[in-house]
């Protein structure tokens, strides 16, 4: 089975709305990490939110929030009033102990912001 | 700017040849990390290095090799190339290898093969 699952390839939102990527994970290992990367057309890794399987809290990034569902093991990213530069593709990726702490990622999707 | 350099940028060479790509991790962080990015596999981990020493092996072949040197820079080595090893080849550096620390990324170094 697929340690993380990212079920949207592309999602389409309009400039200034709110959008949410959709990720599940699979572990069966009490403590791991979640993270969200972003990828624009120019190719680079960029680092937006990680959230701990033993926070209490969801975590927050200034317009990035994760919207953590540890029962349903989702993990899923929010962004709020978006922009045309957040137009790119965007990662899930988890670490846990049983993938010897490498990082796993999904397939990723590819959000388009419309002006 | 994530502060892990990656050098070069691109790089354009033959099958059967072999290149070296450098990665310099952020300022204190002692995990350096190696991605490879193709169209067919995806975000694939290769190998990882903690302060000098091998911590973790992922999808590397044999024809691949790296190391962590004492002042923490990493080489990631690629020989006898074959078309199939174009892809985006990322160095990630993080704190230390705990769940918790998140892994920063280079730039990434775009290799072709003709």
């Known amino acids: 089975a697929q340690k993380i699952t990212q079920t949207q390839p592309g999602m389409f939102v309009q400039e200034k709305e709110a959008v949410t990527l959709d990720c599940t994970y699979d572990?069966?290992?009490?403590?791991?990490?979640l993270f969200w990367y972003k990828q624009p057309s120019s190719g680079e890794m960029i680092f937006l939110i990680y959230q701990g399987s033993y926070d209490q809290q969801n975590a927050t990034e200034g317009r990035y929030s994760l919207n953590f569902q540890k029962a349903r093991k989702s993990a899923n990213l929010v962004i709020s009033a978006s922009q045309l530069g957040d137009s790119a593709m965007y990662f899930c990726a988890m670490r846990d102990p049983s993938s010897n702490y490498k990082l796993t990622f999904g397939k990723g999707t590819l959000l388009t912001v419309n002006p | 700017d994530s502060g892990v350099t990656q050098t070069p940028k691109h790089l354009i060479t033959a099958t059967g040849q072999r290149v070296t790509l450098r990665c310099s991790p952020r300022s204190g962080d002692l995990s350096v990390y190696w991605y490879q990015q193709s169209l067919d596999q995806g975000l694939q981990f290769l190998i990882q290095?903690?302060?000098?020493?091998?911590?973790a092996k992922g999808n590397i072949l044999e024809r691949f090799s790296a190391q962590q040197f004492p002042d923490l820079h990493s080489e990631l080595n690629l020989s006898s190339l074959e078309l199939g090893d174009s892809a985006l080849y990322f160095c990630?550096?993080?704190?230390?290898?705990?769940?918790?620390?998140?892994?920063?990324f280079g730039d990434g170094t775009r290799l072709s093969i003709l």
């Open positions: 990630a550096s993080s704190v230390d290898d705990s769940n918790y620390q998140p892994q920063h």
């Open positions: 290095y903690y302060n000098g020493e091998e911590r």
């Open positions: 572990t069966s290992d009490p403590s791991y990490g």
